[in-house]
């Protein structure tokens, strides 16, 4: 029997990686307009890490995590986000003590969380994602929004709407909690098991299940809003005025809360309203996160960020039917025929390479219409023949495939000729 791919992980094939290319192209060239850097982590950290900045309380440590033990009985965890690696790096490198800051930075990479595996959602995925740690001007989190936007925008993504919400500073939230308790305990049995687990340990977080979603007393839950005090209400009004200076709409939801533990004030998602995306139509979560990087032994120092899924960013965009710009990279394929020319046309697709080309040849001794053919096959812009004749008189013929068009070139000639071609076009 074979040895099949593990479940909720995927191949990303040629034909498809391109698409990756592309979306980690525009990502990264965004980043540079705003000027954030991007940093590496481990793909495994400290179990530890994750329990104290995600929360014990979350789904992700409660039930999604890959964690293990190594050789030497240190429990390690496969990353399932990509924030609390970046802080664990802020702390432990001391970027607190940059004069500039918020220290701006980008990651990309593989996350794995043990989900059930379903349209959008994988147990392998790649997450894009910013961190502007240590600073606490509103005028971050309208960046960090702008940034991730302009991502969805430069793509061609047209039907995508901005939800944000402000979960307040630490005595808003324990009065919203006091509040929340109130509200849901005299019919907590009418809710599912982790959400009587959540009443106590954070009852934010019922606002947020999947299952008791269409419960009555979700729609009548009280609202952060009403509960933030000063300082959280007028932050938040200095997000969405900073937002409305840049012309980026968004739409005010209370109840949106963020799966993980560690955020606080400004909190937002974007969500894709593409027809038939499908039932998840999140495709970006972020938030501000004041209290993470002393919570992991550094000292005050405020962060906002958001992460988004390369996996539904491609979803979200052929949802939409946008074509993806088609780089097909070979510029030229050359044919051969004969055992000399075969032989020539090694130090002819190596000349071309090494002067910038794509270049192909046969590798198959085929004949020559079924090299004509490959050529054809694989979009060669040119198609270069080499017959033996050809060889005897140092010469080349060379086709433009598009324009259907043939000139016979001097082999010495062949990397200028092609070079004018193209620069022609
Ligand atoms: P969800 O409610 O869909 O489970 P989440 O709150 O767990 O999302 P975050 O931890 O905020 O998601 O991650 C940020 C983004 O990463 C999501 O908005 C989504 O685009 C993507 N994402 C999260 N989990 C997966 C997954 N299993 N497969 C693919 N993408 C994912
Ligand atoms: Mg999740």
């Not at 687990?197 to 609202?223: F, G, T, V, W, Y």
């Not at 937002?243 to 955020?263: F, M, Q």
Request: aromatic fraction near 10%; glycine fraction near 6%; charge should be negative.
């Amino acid at each position: 029997m074979s040895v099949k791919i593990p479940r909720g992980t995927q191949d990303i094939l040629p034909g498809q990686s391109e698409k990756w290319q592309y979306i980690e192209k525009i990502a990264k060239d965004i980043c540079r307009r705003y000027h954030y850097k991007e940093i590496r982590t481990p793909i495994f950290e400290h179990t530890e890490l994750f329990k104290r900045s995600v929360g014990d309380t979350t789904d992700i440590v409660q039930k999604e995590m890959y964690t293990f033990e190594d050789r030497g009985e240190r429990s390690l965890t496969l990353r399932p986000e990509g924030t609390a690696a970046v802080v664990r790096s802020f702390v432990e490198n001391k970027m607190f003590g940059i004069p500039d800051q918020p220290v701006k930075l980008f990651y990309t990479g593989p996350m794995f969380r043990y989900e059930r595996p379903q349209s959008g959602r994988y147990r392998q995925f790649v997450q894009f994602g910013v961190e502007a740690i240590g600073s606490e001007d509103p005028a971050i989190d309208a960046e960090v929004i702008a940034l991730v936007m302009d991502i969805y925008k430069t793509a061609g993504l047209k039907k995508i709407k901005l939800v944000i919400n402000s979960l307040g500073d630490a005595e808003s939230r324990s009065a919203h909690r006091e509040a929340l308790i109130n509200h849901f305990e005299p019919r907590i049995e009418e809710f599912c098991s982790d959400c009587q687990m959540r009443l106590k340990q954070n009852p934010l977080r019922i606002l947020d299940c999947k299952k008791d979603r269409e419960h009555e007393l979700m729609a009548s839950a009280p609202s952060i809003l009403e509960y933030l005090n000063e300082v959280s209400k007028s932050y938040f009004a200095k997000v969405t005025a900073y937002l409305d200076l840049i012309g980026i709409g968004y739409t005010i939801d209370p109840k949106l809360v963020r799966g993980l533990d560690y955020y606080n004030h400004t909190a937002f998602e974007i969500m894709s309203e593409a027809e038939g995306f499908g039932a998840i139509t999140t495709l970006c979560g972020g938030g501000r996160y004041n209290g993470l990087v002393q919570d992991l032994g550094g000292p005050e120092s405020p962060g906002i960020g958001f992460a988004f899924s390369i996996e539904r960013f491609i979803a979200a965009m052929e949802a939409e039917k946008i074509e993806w710009p088609v780089d097909n990279g070979l510029d030229c394929f050359v044919v051969a025929l004969g055992d000399n020319a075969k032989d020539r046309s090694v130090s002819i697709v190596h000349e071309l390479r090494t002067a910038g080309f794509s270049a192909e040849r046969d590798y198959q001794d085929r004949k020559m219409k079924a090299q004509l053919k490959a050529s054809d096959r694989q979009n060669a812009r040119f198609t270069a023949i080499l017959g033996e004749d050809e060889l005897a008189e140092n010469k080349i013929t060379v086709k433009d495939m598009a324009q259907s068009t043939q000139d016979e070139v001097q082999l010495n000639d062949l990397v200028q000729y092609l070079k004018t071609k193209m620069e022609a076009k």
